[in-house]
Protein backbone atom coordinates (compact mmCIF):
# COMPACT_ATOMS: atom_id res chain seq x y z
CA UNK A 1 0.00 0.00 0.00
CA UNK A 2 1.04 3.73 -0.56
CA UNK A 3 3.04 4.63 2.45
CA UNK A 4 1.86 8.60 3.65
CA UNK A 5 4.45 10.32 5.77
CA UNK A 6 2.42 12.41 8.46
CA UNK A 7 5.34 13.51 11.41
CA UNK A 8 5.55 17.11 11.34
CA UNK A 9 2.30 18.41 9.60
CA UNK A 10 -0.50 20.12 10.89
CA UNK A 11 -4.16 18.82 12.58
CA UNK A 12 -5.70 20.93 9.60
CA UNK A 13 -3.28 18.75 7.20
CA UNK A 14 -3.93 15.41 8.79
CA UNK A 15 -7.13 15.29 8.36
CA UNK A 16 -7.05 16.22 4.60
CA UNK A 17 -4.13 14.03 4.15
CA UNK A 18 -6.73 11.31 6.02
CA UNK A 19 -9.24 11.55 2.42
CA UNK A 20 -6.48 11.41 0.08
CA UNK A 21 -5.12 8.30 2.01
CA UNK A 22 -8.69 6.68 2.12
CA UNK A 23 -8.96 7.40 -1.70
CA UNK A 24 -5.69 6.43 -2.62
CA UNK A 25 -6.10 2.76 -0.45
CA UNK A 26 -9.69 2.68 -2.74
CA UNK A 27 -7.75 2.75 -5.56
CA UNK A 28 -5.14 -0.11 -4.16
CA UNK A 29 -7.72 -2.31 -3.25
CA UNK A 30 -8.61 -2.62 -6.89
CA UNK A 31 -5.39 -2.38 -8.58
CA UNK A 32 -5.24 -6.14 -9.91
CA UNK A 33 -8.46 -6.96 -9.68
CA UNK A 34 -10.37 -7.96 -13.35
CA UNK A 35 -13.35 -5.29 -12.18
CA UNK A 36 -10.94 -2.65 -11.50
CA UNK A 37 -11.21 0.90 -13.44
CA UNK A 38 -8.91 3.56 -11.15
CA UNK A 39 -6.25 4.82 -13.89
CA UNK A 40 -3.09 6.75 -12.98
CA UNK A 41 -1.16 9.03 -15.21
CA UNK A 42 1.14 11.81 -14.30
CA UNK A 43 -0.26 15.34 -14.83
CA UNK A 44 0.03 15.87 -18.91
CA UNK A 45 2.96 17.63 -19.82
CA UNK A 46 4.05 19.02 -23.42
CA UNK A 47 4.72 15.81 -24.92
CA UNK A 48 1.42 14.53 -23.83
CA UNK A 49 -0.39 11.87 -25.69
CA UNK A 50 -2.27 12.82 -28.83
CA UNK A 51 -5.63 11.51 -26.94
CA UNK A 52 -6.95 13.17 -24.11
CA UNK A 53 -8.20 11.28 -21.42
CA UNK A 54 -11.88 10.64 -20.53
CA UNK A 55 -13.16 12.25 -17.68
CA UNK A 56 -13.01 10.30 -14.94
CA UNK A 57 -13.00 9.77 -10.94
CA UNK A 58 -9.64 11.51 -9.93
CA UNK A 59 -7.34 11.00 -6.64
CA UNK A 60 -4.34 13.19 -6.52
CA UNK A 61 -1.59 11.79 -4.55
CA UNK A 62 0.76 14.13 -2.40
CA UNK A 63 4.41 14.07 -3.19
CA UNK A 64 6.91 13.41 -0.86
CA UNK A 65 10.12 14.86 0.42
CA UNK A 66 12.43 12.72 -1.84
CA UNK A 67 10.33 13.18 -4.80
CA UNK A 68 10.71 16.49 -7.02
CA UNK A 69 7.60 18.74 -6.70
CA UNK A 70 6.57 17.79 -10.37
CA UNK A 71 6.18 14.21 -9.14
CA UNK A 72 2.19 15.14 -8.21
CA UNK A 73 -0.25 12.72 -10.09
CA UNK A 74 -3.70 12.73 -11.01
CA UNK A 75 -5.54 8.92 -11.54
CA UNK A 76 -7.54 8.95 -14.41
CA UNK A 77 -8.85 7.02 -17.08
CA UNK A 78 -7.80 7.48 -20.14
CA UNK A 79 -10.38 5.98 -23.40
CA UNK A 80 -9.48 2.75 -24.23
CA UNK A 81 -7.87 2.47 -27.77
CA UNK A 82 -6.42 -0.03 -30.08
CA UNK A 83 -3.59 -2.29 -27.91
CA UNK A 84 -0.72 -0.85 -30.13
CA UNK A 85 -1.98 3.07 -30.22
CA UNK A 86 -2.00 2.73 -26.38
CA UNK A 87 1.60 1.33 -26.15
CA UNK A 88 2.47 3.91 -28.46
CA UNK A 89 0.97 6.90 -26.58
CA UNK A 90 1.74 5.41 -22.98
CA UNK A 91 5.29 4.65 -24.25
CA UNK A 92 6.07 7.87 -26.00
CA UNK A 93 5.06 10.08 -22.66
CA UNK A 94 6.54 7.67 -20.38
CA UNK A 95 9.86 7.81 -21.75
CA UNK A 96 9.50 12.17 -22.59
CA UNK A 97 8.73 12.24 -18.74
CA UNK A 98 11.44 10.19 -17.75
CA UNK A 99 14.36 12.40 -20.31
CA UNK A 100 12.81 15.22 -18.47
CA UNK A 101 13.69 14.33 -15.26
CA UNK A 102 16.95 12.66 -15.61
CA UNK A 103 18.18 14.89 -18.53
CA UNK A 104 20.34 13.86 -21.51
CA UNK A 105 23.18 11.15 -19.58
CA UNK A 106 23.73 8.28 -21.75
CA UNK A 107 22.68 5.42 -19.43
CA UNK A 108 21.56 2.01 -20.35
CA UNK A 109 18.29 1.19 -19.80
CA UNK A 110 16.87 -2.36 -19.16
CA UNK A 111 13.55 -3.98 -19.89
CA UNK A 112 12.27 -6.64 -17.07
CA UNK A 113 9.88 -8.77 -19.29
CA UNK A 114 5.98 -7.23 -18.98
CA UNK A 115 3.38 -9.48 -17.16
CA UNK A 116 -0.32 -9.89 -16.84
CA UNK A 117 -1.08 -8.76 -13.63
CA UNK A 118 -3.86 -11.60 -12.58
CA UNK A 119 -1.44 -14.18 -13.52
CA UNK A 120 1.80 -12.96 -13.12
CA UNK A 121 2.42 -14.40 -16.94
CA UNK A 122 4.33 -13.42 -19.66
CA UNK A 123 1.42 -13.20 -22.94
CA UNK A 124 1.64 -13.03 -26.70
CA UNK A 125 0.88 -9.33 -26.24
CA UNK A 126 2.89 -8.19 -23.04
CA UNK A 127 6.09 -9.55 -25.54
CA UNK A 128 4.58 -7.46 -28.19
CA UNK A 129 4.28 -4.62 -25.14
CA UNK A 130 8.29 -4.77 -25.16
CA UNK A 131 8.96 -4.79 -28.62
CA UNK A 132 6.74 -1.83 -29.46
CA UNK A 133 8.73 -0.26 -26.44
CA UNK A 134 12.05 -0.94 -27.35
CA UNK A 135 11.46 0.63 -30.75
CA UNK A 136 10.19 3.82 -29.48
CA UNK A 137 13.53 3.57 -27.21
CA UNK A 138 15.65 3.16 -30.32
CA UNK A 139 13.82 5.53 -32.56
CA UNK A 140 13.51 8.47 -29.78
CA UNK A 141 16.33 7.65 -27.32
CA UNK A 142 19.79 7.18 -28.66
CA UNK A 143 21.08 8.32 -25.81
CA UNK A 144 19.69 5.31 -23.55
CA UNK A 145 21.80 1.91 -24.61
CA UNK A 146 18.78 -1.22 -24.63
CA UNK A 147 20.27 -4.04 -22.81
CA UNK A 148 18.43 -7.16 -22.10
CA UNK A 149 17.71 -8.19 -18.47
CA UNK A 150 20.79 -9.93 -17.34
CA UNK A 151 23.45 -9.85 -14.12
CA UNK A 152 26.05 -8.05 -15.87
CA UNK A 153 23.60 -5.54 -17.15
CA UNK A 154 22.48 -4.70 -13.49
CA UNK A 155 25.82 -4.18 -12.32
CA UNK A 156 25.82 -0.84 -13.84
CA UNK A 157 22.61 0.54 -12.47
CA UNK A 158 20.85 1.35 -15.21
CA UNK A 159 17.23 2.58 -16.07
CA UNK A 160 14.62 -0.37 -15.55
CA UNK A 161 10.97 -0.19 -17.30
CA UNK A 162 8.78 -2.51 -15.89
CA UNK A 163 5.02 -2.75 -16.75
CA UNK A 164 1.39 -5.11 -16.63
CA UNK A 165 -1.32 -5.66 -18.64
CA UNK A 166 -4.67 -6.65 -16.69
CA UNK A 167 -8.17 -7.23 -17.91
CA UNK A 168 -10.59 -4.65 -16.34
CA UNK A 169 -14.46 -3.38 -16.69
CA UNK A 170 -16.31 -0.41 -15.85
CA UNK A 171 -19.08 -2.27 -13.86
CA UNK A 172 -16.91 -4.01 -11.56
CA UNK A 173 -19.46 -6.36 -11.46
CA UNK A 174 -17.95 -9.99 -10.81
CA UNK A 175 -19.58 -11.78 -13.38
CA UNK A 176 -19.40 -8.92 -16.18
CA UNK A 177 -16.93 -9.65 -18.95
CA UNK A 178 -13.74 -6.92 -19.30
CA UNK A 179 -14.81 -4.20 -21.52
CA UNK A 180 -10.56 -2.62 -21.70
CA UNK A 181 -7.40 -3.66 -20.74
CA UNK A 182 -5.32 -1.22 -18.69
CA UNK A 183 -1.44 -0.40 -19.27
CA UNK A 184 0.87 0.05 -16.66
CA UNK A 185 3.97 1.39 -17.43
CA UNK A 186 7.28 2.50 -14.78
CA UNK A 187 10.37 3.21 -14.96
CA UNK A 188 12.80 3.10 -11.81
CA UNK A 189 16.33 4.91 -11.87
CA UNK A 190 18.61 1.30 -10.00
CA UNK A 191 20.96 4.37 -9.01
CA UNK A 192 18.15 5.37 -6.67
CA UNK A 193 16.00 2.42 -6.40
CA UNK A 194 12.88 5.12 -7.34
CA UNK A 195 10.18 5.55 -9.56
CA UNK A 196 11.21 7.99 -11.89
CA UNK A 197 8.25 8.10 -14.33
CA UNK A 198 4.89 6.28 -14.78
CA UNK A 199 2.47 6.36 -17.30
CA UNK A 200 -1.20 4.41 -17.73
CA UNK A 201 -3.60 3.99 -20.77
CA UNK A 202 -5.94 1.31 -21.50
CA UNK A 203 -6.71 -1.07 -25.02
CA UNK A 204 -9.79 -2.20 -26.44
CA UNK A 205 -10.55 -5.68 -25.30
CA UNK A 206 -10.68 -7.31 -28.75
CA UNK A 207 -6.98 -5.94 -30.03
CA UNK A 208 -5.32 -7.80 -27.00
CA UNK A 209 -3.82 -11.41 -26.91
CA UNK A 210 -3.80 -12.59 -23.72
CA UNK A 211 -2.49 -16.04 -24.58
CA UNK A 212 0.75 -17.14 -22.43
CA UNK A 213 3.92 -18.28 -23.49
CA UNK A 214 4.92 -21.63 -23.22
CA UNK A 215 6.87 -21.57 -19.90
CA UNK A 216 3.50 -20.37 -18.06
CA UNK A 217 0.76 -22.60 -19.94
CA UNK A 218 2.75 -25.55 -18.99
CA UNK A 219 3.58 -24.88 -15.48
CA UNK A 220 1.25 -26.63 -13.16
CA UNK A 221 0.80 -23.44 -11.07
CA UNK A 222 0.66 -19.77 -12.15
CA UNK A 223 3.56 -17.19 -10.78
CA UNK A 224 1.43 -14.70 -8.30
CA UNK A 225 3.94 -15.10 -5.67
CA UNK A 226 5.83 -12.81 -3.41
CA UNK A 227 8.52 -11.57 -6.06
CA UNK A 228 5.38 -11.28 -8.95
CA UNK A 229 3.52 -9.19 -5.71
CA UNK A 230 6.52 -6.82 -5.56
CA UNK A 231 7.01 -6.03 -9.15
CA UNK A 232 3.51 -5.40 -9.54
CA UNK A 233 3.19 -3.02 -6.37
CA UNK A 234 6.17 -1.22 -8.42
CA UNK A 235 4.84 -0.63 -11.65
CA UNK A 236 0.78 0.18 -10.41
CA UNK A 237 -1.12 2.61 -8.09
CA UNK A 238 1.30 1.58 -5.37
CA UNK A 239 4.07 3.61 -6.58
CA UNK A 240 4.24 6.87 -7.40
CA UNK A 241 6.82 9.45 -8.95
CA UNK A 242 10.10 9.56 -6.57
CA UNK A 243 8.62 6.71 -4.50
CA UNK A 244 11.17 3.15 -3.68
CA UNK A 245 10.69 0.48 -5.73
CA UNK A 246 9.06 -2.14 -3.84
CA UNK A 247 12.63 -3.59 -1.86
CA UNK A 248 11.59 -7.02 -2.01
CA UNK A 249 11.41 -6.68 -5.98
CA UNK A 250 14.86 -4.92 -5.86
CA UNK A 251 16.10 -7.37 -3.82
CA UNK A 252 15.31 -10.54 -6.39
CA UNK A 253 16.29 -8.79 -9.90
CA UNK A 254 19.51 -10.90 -9.98
CA UNK A 255 17.25 -14.19 -9.63
CA UNK A 256 14.97 -12.29 -12.24
CA UNK A 257 17.72 -12.49 -14.37
CA UNK A 258 18.67 -15.55 -14.60
CA UNK A 259 14.86 -16.70 -14.46
CA UNK A 260 14.26 -14.24 -17.52
CA UNK A 261 17.69 -16.83 -18.97
CA UNK A 262 15.53 -19.56 -18.50
CA UNK A 263 12.52 -18.76 -20.11
CA UNK A 264 14.10 -17.95 -22.90
CA UNK A 265 15.81 -20.99 -23.42
CA UNK A 266 12.64 -23.24 -22.03
CA UNK A 267 11.11 -21.28 -24.82
CA UNK A 268 13.83 -22.19 -27.57
CA UNK A 269 13.62 -26.22 -26.80
CA UNK A 270 16.67 -26.02 -24.60
CA UNK A 271 15.44 -27.84 -21.68
CA UNK A 272 18.93 -29.04 -20.55
CA UNK A 273 20.30 -25.26 -20.48
CA UNK A 274 17.17 -23.90 -18.79
CA UNK A 275 17.08 -26.79 -16.17
CA UNK A 276 21.31 -26.11 -15.05
CA UNK A 277 19.57 -22.05 -15.30
CA UNK A 278 16.98 -22.85 -12.90
CA UNK A 279 19.20 -24.47 -10.50
CA UNK A 280 21.40 -21.57 -10.70
CA UNK A 281 18.40 -19.39 -9.68
CA UNK A 282 17.13 -20.79 -7.12
CA UNK A 283 19.95 -20.70 -5.35
CA UNK A 284 19.00 -16.84 -5.53
CA UNK A 285 15.48 -16.66 -5.61
CA UNK A 286 13.30 -16.79 -2.72
CA UNK A 287 12.59 -20.22 -1.44
CA UNK A 288 9.11 -19.68 -2.96
CA UNK A 289 9.90 -18.61 -6.03
CA UNK A 290 7.09 -19.96 -8.43
CA UNK A 291 9.21 -19.19 -11.25
CA UNK A 292 11.77 -21.48 -10.31
CA UNK A 293 10.15 -24.24 -8.47
CA UNK A 294 7.65 -24.53 -11.97
CA UNK A 295 11.09 -24.53 -13.72
CA UNK A 296 12.64 -27.29 -12.17
CA UNK A 297 9.26 -28.93 -12.40
CA UNK A 298 8.87 -28.89 -16.03
CA UNK A 299 12.61 -29.51 -16.94
CA UNK A 300 13.24 -32.28 -14.81
CA UNK A 301 9.97 -33.38 -16.12
CA UNK A 302 10.85 -33.45 -19.84
CA UNK A 303 14.02 -34.82 -19.15
CA UNK A 304 12.76 -37.95 -17.26
CA UNK A 305 13.59 -37.00 -14.00
CA UNK A 306 10.65 -38.13 -12.27
CA UNK A 307 12.47 -37.89 -9.07
CA UNK A 308 13.46 -34.64 -9.13
CA UNK A 309 10.03 -33.69 -10.70
CA UNK A 310 8.29 -35.17 -7.66
CA UNK A 311 10.36 -33.24 -5.35
CA UNK A 312 10.11 -30.19 -6.90
CA UNK A 313 6.60 -30.68 -7.63
CA UNK A 314 6.02 -31.23 -3.38
CA UNK A 315 7.95 -27.57 -2.86
CA UNK A 316 5.86 -26.08 -5.12
CA UNK A 317 2.68 -27.49 -2.85
CA UNK A 318 4.55 -27.30 0.54
CA UNK A 319 5.00 -23.30 -0.43
CA UNK A 320 1.34 -22.81 -1.15
CA UNK A 321 0.11 -24.73 1.51
CA UNK A 322 2.91 -22.00 3.96
CA UNK A 323 0.76 -19.61 2.65
CA UNK A 324 -2.68 -20.60 2.75
CA UNK A 325 -3.33 -21.08 -0.89
CA UNK A 326 -2.56 -23.57 -3.47
CA UNK A 327 -2.64 -21.83 -6.74
CA UNK A 328 -2.97 -25.49 -9.02
CA UNK A 329 -3.90 -25.31 -12.14
CA UNK A 330 -5.90 -29.13 -12.81
CA UNK A 331 -7.99 -27.51 -15.91
CA UNK A 332 -10.92 -28.68 -17.07
CA UNK A 333 -12.79 -29.09 -20.40
CA UNK A 334 -15.22 -26.38 -21.12
CA UNK A 335 -18.50 -27.16 -19.55
CA UNK A 336 -17.60 -30.31 -17.72
CA UNK A 337 -15.91 -31.82 -15.28
CA UNK A 338 -13.26 -34.20 -17.29
CA UNK A 339 -9.87 -32.73 -17.44
CA UNK A 340 -7.78 -30.88 -20.39
CA UNK A 341 -5.97 -34.34 -21.45
CA UNK A 342 -3.48 -32.69 -23.44
CA UNK A 343 -0.15 -34.54 -24.44
CA UNK A 344 0.92 -36.13 -21.18
CA UNK A 345 -0.80 -33.68 -19.06
CA UNK A 346 -2.87 -37.12 -17.45
CA UNK A 347 0.44 -38.94 -16.26
CA UNK A 348 1.62 -35.60 -14.73
CA UNK A 349 -2.03 -34.77 -13.19
CA UNK A 350 -1.29 -38.87 -10.93
CA UNK A 351 1.88 -37.02 -9.97
CA UNK A 352 0.56 -33.80 -8.96
CA UNK A 353 -2.25 -35.42 -7.07
CA UNK A 354 0.17 -37.92 -5.18
CA UNK A 355 2.19 -35.02 -4.10
CA UNK A 356 -1.11 -32.67 -3.09
CA UNK A 357 -2.37 -35.59 -0.92
CA UNK A 358 1.14 -36.37 0.46
CA UNK A 359 1.90 -32.45 1.50
CA UNK A 360 -1.55 -31.80 2.94
CA UNK A 361 -1.45 -34.79 5.37
CA UNK A 362 2.31 -34.27 6.06
CA UNK A 363 1.10 -30.02 6.82
CA UNK A 364 -2.00 -31.76 9.08
CA UNK A 365 -3.91 -29.06 7.18
CA UNK A 366 -7.71 -28.84 5.71
CA UNK A 367 -8.27 -27.72 2.63
CA UNK A 368 -10.90 -26.10 1.03
CA UNK A 369 -11.17 -27.46 -2.95
CA UNK A 370 -12.07 -24.27 -4.70
CA UNK A 371 -13.89 -24.78 -7.91
CA UNK A 372 -14.00 -21.72 -10.81
CA UNK A 373 -15.59 -21.58 -14.63
CA UNK A 374 -15.06 -19.39 -17.20
CA UNK A 375 -17.79 -16.60 -17.80
CA UNK A 376 -20.10 -18.68 -20.51
CA UNK A 377 -23.33 -19.35 -19.43
CA UNK A 378 -25.70 -18.11 -16.74
CA UNK A 379 -24.05 -17.37 -13.15
CA UNK A 380 -26.46 -20.39 -11.75
CA UNK A 381 -25.25 -22.93 -13.89
CA UNK A 382 -21.50 -21.82 -13.32
CA UNK A 383 -21.99 -21.91 -9.20
CA UNK A 384 -23.43 -25.64 -9.80
CA UNK A 385 -20.43 -27.06 -12.71
CA UNK A 386 -17.91 -24.90 -10.27
CA UNK A 387 -18.78 -27.09 -7.42
CA UNK A 388 -19.24 -29.92 -9.50
CA UNK A 389 -15.31 -29.71 -10.37
CA UNK A 390 -14.19 -29.37 -6.72
CA UNK A 391 -16.40 -32.06 -5.56
CA UNK A 392 -14.06 -34.39 -8.21
CA UNK A 393 -10.72 -33.05 -7.15
CA UNK A 394 -11.93 -34.10 -3.35
CA UNK A 395 -13.19 -37.65 -4.59
CA UNK A 396 -9.42 -37.91 -6.30
CA UNK A 397 -7.68 -36.88 -3.19
CA UNK A 398 -9.33 -38.91 -0.70
CA UNK A 399 -8.64 -42.12 -2.87
CA UNK A 400 -5.36 -41.04 -2.71
CA UNK A 401 -4.90 -40.73 1.06
CA UNK A 402 -8.38 -41.85 2.84
CA UNK A 403 -6.90 -40.14 5.94
CA UNK A 404 -7.84 -37.41 4.27
CA UNK A 405 -11.56 -37.03 4.30
CA UNK A 406 -12.24 -35.42 7.83
CA UNK A 407 -10.19 -32.80 5.73
CA UNK A 408 -11.26 -31.66 2.97
CA UNK A 409 -14.13 -29.71 1.81
CA UNK A 410 -15.55 -28.13 -1.70
CA UNK A 411 -16.67 -24.92 -2.77
CA UNK A 412 -17.52 -23.45 -5.94
CA UNK A 413 -17.09 -19.68 -7.00
CA UNK A 414 -18.52 -20.08 -10.44
CA UNK A 415 -17.02 -17.06 -12.55
CA UNK A 416 -16.60 -14.76 -10.00
CA UNK A 417 -12.69 -15.12 -9.51
CA UNK A 418 -12.11 -15.17 -13.36
CA UNK A 419 -8.54 -14.72 -13.49
CA UNK A 420 -8.81 -13.82 -17.80
CA UNK A 421 -12.57 -13.65 -17.70
CA UNK A 422 -12.93 -13.02 -21.45
CA UNK A 423 -15.16 -16.37 -21.81
CA UNK A 424 -13.58 -17.48 -24.68
CA UNK A 425 -13.35 -20.74 -23.37
CA UNK A 426 -10.00 -21.54 -25.07
CA UNK A 427 -6.45 -21.33 -24.52
CA UNK A 428 -6.43 -17.63 -23.52
CA UNK A 429 -9.38 -18.34 -20.88
CA UNK A 430 -7.79 -22.01 -19.85
CA UNK A 431 -7.23 -21.05 -16.32
CA UNK A 432 -10.28 -19.86 -15.36
CA UNK A 433 -11.29 -23.53 -15.50
CA UNK A 434 -9.65 -24.39 -12.46
CA UNK A 435 -9.17 -25.64 -9.24
CA UNK A 436 -7.66 -24.42 -6.56
CA UNK A 437 -6.73 -25.79 -2.77
CA UNK A 438 -7.15 -22.80 0.42
CA UNK A 439 -5.79 -23.95 3.86
CA UNK A 440 -8.76 -23.53 6.35
CA UNK A 441 -9.67 -23.50 10.18
CA UNK A 442 -10.05 -26.96 10.84
CA UNK A 443 -13.83 -27.69 12.12
Known amino acids: ???????????????????????????????????????????????????????????????????????????????????????????????????????????????????????????????????QLESIVKARHANWRLQPLTR???????????????????????NAVPDAFRVWLTVIDLRTGRVVAKQLDRSTIDSVNPEPLKFYSDSPTWHKDKTVLGYINSCQVNTKIGDPADPEYLAMLPAAAVVNEAI???????????????????????????????????????????????????????????????????????????????GDLPQQYQIWVGALAQEIAKA???????????????????????????ETMQRMLERSNRALGTRLSAAGVGSREALVGLGTDDQRDALDRRVEFRVVDCV
Not at 8 to 33: D, K, P, Q, W, Y
Not at 88 to 109: F, M, V, W
Not at 153 to 163: E, M, R, S, V
Open 264 to 342: MAYSAGRVPAANLLYKEAAALADPGDLRVLNGLYLTSWQLGQRDNARDAFSKLVASGLDLKRVPMKFLFQPGGTNFNAV
Open 152 to 174: QALNDKPLLLIGTLTPVNIERSV
Open 1 to 131: MARIQTIGIGIEHRVGLAIVMLATLAACANSGSPGSTVRAVPTPTAAASPAAPQPAATVTAPSTAAAPAAAEQNFVAPAPVPFENSIARAGAQLLADARSRLGSESRSLVIDPLIDANTGAQTVSTVKMGE
Open 364 to 390: QSCVRVVGHTSRTGSASVNERLSRQRA
